[in-house]
């Protein structure tokens, strides 16, 4: 008797067990992945708008499964440290304002003339097409990044606060704080000084007469603190636009899951595009706004911007030579580009 109670018992905990290893498993927590964003633009910059479009098209259609730490105004990084930043992996994702000695092809949105201002977003959707899938990918791979959202912006314009600014007569000799690659050349070209130095520095260097002024697109102007000290703006110089890329460590990507990669590529092909209307949008309101706060605004002559046009021609060629010697293909990126931005009028 002893012996067949001690198989039912023993019977019974063998089929307990089998019914508890059967049993169905709670299914885990979604893993959620924080994605650190090191910025350059402060708060409420129409440049960085476009991506806040971004990240929350991404956090919505992940269900959560992404979100994004977002470090505004260089508060993580220094502006001039992002990029080196996010191929090291200390940021996860950067703007690369001044990454364009890594990557010069970025800026072939400056070569002057190419688009004018109330073309900006076709010419963004066209920059997206060749820059997220065209020629620099292998370029981006060998960098340890790959762009998540680009745009470019209007045409860079003139901003002094003592010297008035009414014909190119009157931009000789006037220093003026540039970045990128061909803005400084093209300030050189008409004439004017350039002086580069990180934006974060513009007020000091403004406020103590050590530059006369800026050159920006009309929509970044009024977010720096600056933007007070600028009495006088000439809206017509049109030195070419300025990229604007969003990049992700090339570590990070591959290690997302495949259907999160497909839904931030999707949402990086809208905002780049979205982000471009919005600019534009506050380019066409802001000048009626600076004239109201007793900016003085003025534009250039028809003869005066016909010589601008005609003295920059032959930088673009320039700037293409000189890059295709460095070994990046951009005579065909920037054929890409205008083949693109016509298939989309």
């Known amino acids: 008797m002893k012996r067949c109670l001690y198989l039912v018992v023993a019977l019974v905990i063998m089929l307990s067990l089998l019914v508890v290893g059967c049993a169905p498993k709670a299914p885990a927590a979604e893993e959620v992945t924080t994605l650190r964003v090191a910025c350059i633009y402060p708060m409420g910059h129409p440049l960085g708008i476009g991506f806040h479009f971004f990240m929350s098209k991404v956090e919505a259609r992940t269900d959560g499964r992404v979100v994004f730490d977002y470090y505004p105004a260089s508060t993580l990084i220094k502006g001039p440290d992002i ?52 020629m620099p990918e292998e370029e981006w791979g060998k960098l340890g990044v790959k762009p998540l959202y680009c745009m470019t912006t209007c045409n860079y314009q003139i901003y002094t606060i003592k010297k008035v600014v009414k014909s190119v007569a009157d931009f000789q000799g006037v220093k003026i704080r540039a970045a990128g690659a061909m803005v400084p050349k093209a300030i050189e070209g008409i004439g004017g000084v350039p002086v580069s130095m990180p934006i ?62 497909e839904i931030m590529e999707k949402a990086g092909a809208e905002a780049s595009v979205e982000g471009a209307e919005y600019y534009w949008k506050v380019a066409q309101t802001d000048v009626d706004a600076w004239k109201k706060g007793g900016m003085e605004v003025y534009t250039l002559s028809s003869g005066d911007k016909a010589a601008i046009k005609a003295e920059l021609a032959p930088m673009g060629d320039a700037w293409i030579a000189d890059t295709e010697a460095k070994g990046f293909a951009v005579k065909k990126l920037v054929e890409d580009w205008q083949a693109a931005m016509a298939e989309l009028r």
């Open 83 to 134: 990029l080196d930043a996010v191929i090291a992996g200390s940021a996860h994702i950067g703007n690369m304002v001044y990454g364009g000695k890594k990557a010069p092809w970025i800026f072939f949105t400056q070569l002057p003339g190419v688009y004018p201002d109330e073309k900006m977003v076709l010419a963004s959707e066209a920059m997206y097409k060749v820059s997220i899938g065209g």
């Open 200 to 261: 974060g520095e513009a007020y000091e260097a403004i406020s103590k007469g050590v530059v006369d002024g800026v050159t920006l697109a009309i929509p970044s102007l009024k977010p720096y603190a600056f933007y007070e000290l600028i009495k006088y703006a000439t809206i017509c110089f049109d030195l070419g636009g300025y990229p604007v890329y969003f990049v992700i460590n090339l570590y990070t990507w591959n290690a997302l899951p495949s259907d999160i990669q």
